[in-house]
């Protein structure tokens, strides 16, 4: 039986009309995509979208590396290079001290579990002796397996041992956490520094580097004269005959009394792991929060230990508002966390710390290789709404959310592989690819690197709960 050919035409018109249908509609939805995502660059290239904040290999200032090259040469300390690799790896597997509190449940814990051995072993009741016997094994385990904290007495000879071992590092990490203000917030122009445990000055290198003239005052609090004075020898480029290549830095001792005078940016890096409890360190982040009056900026190891220093003061903040009585604006997160709610990282077991890297070049000396990286945490905390993020706040009304990347970006054919923190409190895991995030957001993904921060247009099946947080 024959199909008559009108009948045959009218099909193939409509499966004509059909499949131009579905391509409009895909093409429809692929634009509804491009749309979203060219909005929120606003005409920037993918590769400096406003998520990117990591920087290049970082150099010192050319000042400063001579001047430091000047002060090492001149010292003369013995076995140098030795010690400085065995100050590095100290101060990166230092632990907080044991609280007391901890100390006695151990203690409890631990009688408790001798005692039912022994009496297990001697089909005994107990007794002096025996409890004797047991109190001095249980001093024993505890001396063996707790961690036993001792401060860091810094003299000449020790800090300028930590200059050849940390003065890069420690730049590198600080400037690459300033970074993230100076990208985000265009309006911020700081006149006044406030640097606890400033160390050998870095915090105000790396801050005279982004904002230059604009900072008119620096205050660096360090209980070590030594590390003060070495400090102002490098403001000087090394010899004392010189004068500062950075003016109206003063040096202190002491935090300043007065909880009203306020700077606009207090930092305070690698210095709550040199205090010795957490009720210090509690009181230390609130009396920096009061004397903040724009960011508080902390930077510590990117270790376990490190970065649960930094949550411990996230939460001071956030929850004890209440004890910072003369300045009653309210705390919020500015980096690197998208969200105030707890650190996903911290629930996972065992702990992962939140951390970046940062390349840089290390000083000239023998034993040091061209580059190096530092793997640091870092929070800040602000007092302000930046008024300037307008991309970031027409992403959010665009539906987009903003997260942040924190692993490395695994690029692959047509696909790129993103672990996330995002601002629901979750960690995902988020395939990006052109046909479903649209080309923009997929050539950003492409861009972006672990630190960044890319905002990402939910679809409901495009991300999944990150169980492992570890790339695939």
Sequence with gaps: MSIPRNIISSVCSLCESAVSLRVTQRGLSAAAHSVIQTDSLKGTPHRKHPGLTNLKTLHLPEELQRGALSIILEAEVNRLSERAQNLTNFLWSRKRAAEDTQL????????????????????????R?????????????????????????????????????????????VKRALNEIKKRDSSFWPHSLLDFGSGLGTAVWASHALWGESLKEFVCVDSSGAMNSLAELLLKGGSEKNEPLINQVYFR?????????????????FALSELA????????????????????????????????????????VLKKQDKVIHDPRRPSVFAPCTHELPCPKMAKQPVV???????????????NPDKQQEK??????????????????????????????????????????????????????????????????YRCARRSDWGDRLPILQTGDDAQTDSADEPV
């Design 253 to 269: 001792q002491f935090l300043p009394v007065s909880p009203k005078v306020q700077s606009d940016l207090v930092v305070g890096a």
């Design 353 to 367: 710390p939140c951390n970046f890297l940062q390349p840089y070049c290390p000083l000239p000396l023998p034993g």
């Design 277 to 316: 409890s957490q009720k210090e360190r509690e009181d230390i982040v609130l009396t920096l929060w009061r004397k903040t009056n724009a960011y508080l900026v902390l930077v510590e190891n990117g270790t376990k230990e490190g970065h649960q220093i930094l949550m411990e003061a996230r939460e001071t």
């Design 104 to 127: 006695r449940e151990r203690a409890i814990a631990l009688e408790k579990e001798l005692l039912e051995k022994e009496k297990a072993s001697h089909n005994i009741e107990g007794g």
């Design 376 to 441: 640091f945490s870092y929070l800040i905390l602000s007092r302000v709404e930046p008024v300037s993020i307008e991309v970031e706040k027409n992403a959010e009304s665009d539906g987009l959310d903003w997260a942040r990347l924190t692993a490395p970006v695994l690029r692959r054919a047509k696909h790129v592989h993103c672990h996330m923190c995002c601002s629901d409190g979750d960690l995902k895991h988020v395939v990006v690819t052109a046909r479903r995030h649209g080309r923009d957001m």
């Design 129 to 173: 002796g025996l409890e004797t016997r047991i109190k001095k094994r249980v001093l024993s385990e505890l001396r063996r397996k707790t961690y036993h904290w001792t401060p860091l007495r810094y003299d000449k000879d020790l800090g300028v041992v930590y200059m050849a071992a940390r003065l890069a590092g420690g730049y590198a990490a």
